[in-house]
């Protein structure tokens, strides 16, 4: 045991899985994105979809200009290749638009088309809805939302 580092879990006693707090935050997430996807699916998006037009929309607020794939790749951490894939996936139905980047004629800017925001507004509806079901029965919320916020890197204020 290290001076000054809390133990989270005693290698002595440790016996299954269930004590790894790595395991179960993995299980855990899993449990919550195969819920989001289930109810994602009545308005049509997926989970992914669903990080990439609201990543679109904040990081606009944000930076005052459509985003690039690649900062929406770096914001979600989704692989820059996904994120492509699903840009064009949207781009075809209609729900945002990719234009060039002047000053990278490689580069791709997004903005949310009216369709784009109609659809994140209903996104973010059912998101909210599964996170109070998934999350019901967890220590008070900002307690959770701080201990998660560390160790994603978004520390909570």
């Known amino acids: 045991m290290a001076i000054g580092k809390k133990v989270i879990m005693d290698r002595q006693t440790y016996t299954s899985p269930s004590q790894s707090l790595g395991f179960l935050l993995h299980q855990a997430a899993i449990g919550w994105r195969r819920s989001l996807a289930r109810e994602l699916r009545h308005i049509g998006i997926t989970p992914v979809q669903f990080f990439i037009l609201g990543s679109t929309s904040r990081l606009t607020k944000q930076i005052g200009e459509g985003p690039t ?3 929406i790749a770096e ?4 692989d820059n290749n996904v994120v492509s894939q699903v840009v064009r996936q949207l781009e075809k139905r209609g729900l945002l638009v ?3 980047d002047d000053a ?3 580069a791709y800017r997004l903005a949310l088309n009216d369709g784009g925001r109609l659809k994140l507004r209903q996104a973010i509806r059912v998101v909210y809805s599964v996170d109070e079901a998934f999350f019901a029965d967890v220590m008070p919320e900002s307690t959770f939302l ?6 994603s890197g978004h520390r909570m204020n």
């Open 104 to 106: 990278d004629k490689r």
């Open 98 to 100: 990719r234009i060039r």
């Open 146 to 151: 701080h201990a998660i916020g560390g160790l």
């Open 75 to 78: 914001h979600t951490l989704i």
């Open 69 to 71: 794939q690649k900062a």
